[in-house]
């Protein structure tokens, strides 16, 4: 079975701080995504990577930044937590190929900002 | 912005029941995913219904799917408490497999 690993379940930070939600996957998938999700909103797409050292912004990249150095990880950082990052954070990867690819999530890390 | 927008935004059914979630999208698809959430977990696949296809079965699933009103649909037969989730349609875009759109969810609360 695919497993992406999410290194919090629940995180509280103050505004200002730095902010780093690790996410780890252990099915060597090329492709990682970062999504945020608010009530009535639904998924949104924070940063992807389809490769090593590789990203692309997604549709609501401001406020945030990505790090993929080894292929099973990829770093969410928020440089300067605001309280508006209050949200739900979703990991997931995929595999790319044949134009069907299904994406793996991992639990989500419910961020709160004070 | 989102491409999937389902309705109805909630739903509540009693077990055995069916239960029926539509999914309506904007731009041509290479193929559409439904995934489940149950609450404050992460998504789970559940069923892949390809641009070329019109209804797909897995288990108590069933998906059609109709490219010409941009509209899917995600029936689940005989349903049980278990099924208590929230449900997501993904679309992706022709010629950008690896995105997904999500739209923005049905909860589905079913009830002894």
């Known amino acids: 079975d695919v497993k992406v690993t999410q290194s919090s379940r629940y995180l509280v930070k103050r505004t200002g701080e730095k902010v780093f939600l690790e996410c780890v996957q252990d099915?060597?998938?090329?492709?990682m995504f970062w999504y945020r999700q608010d009530p009535g909103l639904g998924l949104r797409l924070i940063y992807f990577?389809?490769?090593?050292?590789?990203?692309e912004k997604g549709d609501i990249p401001e406020g945030y930044s990505v790090s993929r150095e080894k292929k099973e990880r990829f770093s969410l950082i928020l440089e300067s937590a605001s309280t508006n990052q209050t949200s739900m954070y979703l990991c997931?990867?995929?595999?790319?190929?044949?134009?069907?690819?299904?994406?793996?999530f991992g639990p989500g890390t419910r961020l709160l900002v004070l | 912005s989102q491409q999937g927008e389902e309705d109805p935004q909630a739903l509540s059914i009693q077990e055995g029941e069916n239960a029926t979630m539509n999914c309506s999208y904007k731009?041509?698809?290479?193929?559409l995913q439904w995934y489940r959430q149950n609450s404050g977990r992460g998504l789970v696949h559940l069923i892949l219904?390809?641009?070329?296809?019109r209804e797909k079965h897995s288990g108590r699933l069933r998906v059609t799917l109709d490219t010409s009103k941009k509209s899917s649909s995600l029936l689940i037969t005989a349903s049980r408490a278990a099924d208590t989730a929230s449900y997501f349609c993904?679309?992706?875009?022709?010629?950008?497999?690896?995105?997904?759109?999500f739209g923005t969810g049905t909860r589905l609360q079913v009830t002894l």
């Open positions: 997931a990867s995929s595999r790319p190929g044949q134009g069907v690819e299904t994406q793996y």
């Open positions: 731009t041509s698809i290479n193929n």
């Open positions: 099915m060597d998938h090329e492709n």
């Open positions: 219904i390809r641009s070329n296809e």
């Open positions: 993904a679309t992706d875009s022709t010629g950008t497999a690896s995105k997904l759109t």
């Open positions: 990577s389809y490769d090593v050292k590789m990203k």
